[in-house]
């Protein structure tokens, strides 16, 4: 997995769940199947990518 972002200690990639949350699933669901991910983890990721994009918009 060299140079893609995963959850700290696990091998699932942080692009796993955005792709979830884009096919209509819920967090819950991300995380029951996904176990080694960590609740707060994921709920940080998608903040930063919040802020990412947010920035991303109003930069250019």
């Known amino acids: 997995m060299g140079g893609t972002l995963v ?5 699932v990639p942080a692009q796993s769940l955005l792709e979830y949350l884009d096919d209509g699933f819920f967090l819950s669901e991300f995380l029951e199947n996904f176990p080694s991910v960590n609740r707060t983890d994921a709920v940080n990721f998608l903040k930063l990518a919040r802020e990412h994009f947010q920035y991303e918009n109003y930069s250019g």
């Open 7 to 11: 959850f700290r200690d696990t091998r």
